[in-house]
């Protein structure tokens, strides 16, 4: 079954510390991947994504993320995290042929400053 | 911007009830989605959208209806309600399909008792 796997459940920084979240994903032939954030009280919102081409995204607040095709990951990285960054961040990824997201079970990020 | 508007935002049920959770877009886009966010867990699809009168079957769409009849609503109707159905349901459109940003509500927690 296609699925999408983020190993970190709950990670603690302290401010302006790197942070990298793990996303792998099952085989499924062509992919697109995203990086969706989720702050507290809030909705989901896009931070990248990435389609084609250049395996290193930018998106939103200074995030980033790279496509390693032989590892079947997109993991999220950031250089110095923010107090501000505090939030749930959920990996997904459309297979070819469907419709909608395969979201992985996210990763409760809590920034201290 | 109203975006993806989900209401009740909280609701409690007792057993067997029933209920319809509302969502409506002003975005005019085609694609709507109803998830499922169980603690710990990844969003799991219930049910999805195409366009008005066409929907079709996610993950996890026991217990579950919805209808599309116009653009812009896409309400899911919980019948018989049972605990397992606790859960925090999110609705989401996208103008193509998920290859495109999708756009999430806010939620909306569901407790049944």
């Known amino acids: 079954a296609q699925s999408v796997s983020q190993h970190n459940h709950h990670v603690i920084l302290s401010e302006a510390a790197s942070l990298e979240l793990g996303c792998n994903y099952s085989?499924?032939?062509?992919?697109?991947l995203f990086w969706y954030v989720q702050y507290p009280g809030q909705h989901l919102q896009l931070l990248l994504k990435?389609?084609?081409?250049?395996?290193l995204v930018k998106g939103i607040k200074g995030f980033e993320a790279e496509f390693i095709k032989s590892k079947f990951s997109f993991n999220l990285r950031k250089p110095s995290v923010q107090w501000s960054d505090t939030a749930e961040y959920f990996c997904?990824?459309?297979?070819?042929?469907?419709?909608?997201?395969?979201f992985g079970s996210g990763t409760r990020l809590q920034v201290q400053p | 911007n109203a975006g993806v508007t989900q209401t009740p935002k909280f609701r409690i049920l007792k057993i067997g009830q029933s209920m319809t959770l509302q969502c409506t877009q002003d975005?005019?886009?085609?694609?709507m989605y109803w998830y499922r966010q169980d603690p710990g867990m990844g969003l799991k699809l219930i049910y999805y959208?195409?366009?008005?009168?066409?929907?079709d079957k996610g993950e996890v769409p026991n217990g579950y209806n919805v209808s599309r009849s116009t653009t812009e609503d896409f309400p899911l109707r919980l019948e018989l309600a049972a605990p397992s159905q606790t859960s925090v349901y999110f609705c989401?459109?996208?103008?193509?399909?998920?290859?495109?940003?999708?756009?999430f509500g806010e939620g909306s927690w569901l407790t049944v008792v």
């Open positions: 085989y499924g032939g062509t992919v697109n």
């Open positions: 990435y389609f084609s081409g250049d395996p």
């Open positions: 989401a459109s996208s103008e193509v399909d998920s290859g495109n940003t999708i756009y």
């Open positions: 975005m005019n886009h085609n694609y």
């Open positions: 959208s195409v366009g008005a009168g066409i929907t």
């Open positions: 997904a990824v459309r297979y070819t042929g469907r419709r909608a997201l395969t």
